[in-house]
């Protein structure tokens, strides 16, 4: 009697080392699921931001050649602009790859882009004092452009930031937290854009 008793209790003891295990397992395979699909919403918000800052990056040229044709315009405040549009440029492709990831890669991004944004800002500030520019049909088509997409970078910047949020939410959430270092590198925690006076602030476009 007592070894049938001894072997129900083994019984049991494997039964429920069993379901102990089924249900970490299957905790496990749902905590990466959704870390894979978090982060993919993260990489495609991320392609989404690096568009947008290659628009601006992009109408540069355009910009500097108009205001360049200005009798005595500042030569140096489209030099300054140039010379940003052109640290943005140099930025590695592995500091772009991976800042999502690396929170100083993030801030080498972000502080050239946000350099880029500053000297912007000063260039359209000094084309007040130059009526001919303020007149000029391409120089107006391009200030409209540069304002449109200086909204677009507040606006994926921040839907960026979400997206980080909803995987660093999930990925420090108990009990994915537990599972989420298993995976190497993987599912590392999501670098944020933050907050500062050149980012938050879209260069003043004042139409005549």
Known sequence: MQ?????????????????????VVISMIGSYNSLVALSQGVDAQ???VQNVYQRRAD????????????ANFEKST???VAQARASVGQLSPDVVKNATNDPNAMAQYQKAQDNLGG???RLLVV???YPQLKANENFLTLQSQLE??????AVERRRYNEAAQAFNTRRNTF??????????????SKSYFQASNAAQTAPQVNFP
């Open 59 to 70: 109408l540069v040229p355009n910009l500097v050649a108009t205001v360049k044709g200005a």
């Open 148 to 153: 449109g997409t200086e909204n677009r970078i």
């Open 119 to 121: 000297a912007l800002s």
């Open 78 to 80: 489209y030099i300054a």
């Open 175 to 188: 009990p994915t937290v537990m599972y989420a270092g298993l995976f190497g590198q993987r599912f590392n």
């Open 46 to 48: 991320w392609g989404q």
């Open 127 to 129: 084309v007040e004092n």
């Open 3 to 23: 070894q049938v008793q001894a072997q129900r209790r083994s019984s049991y003891a494997i039964w429920i080392a069993l379901v102990i295990g089924a249900i």
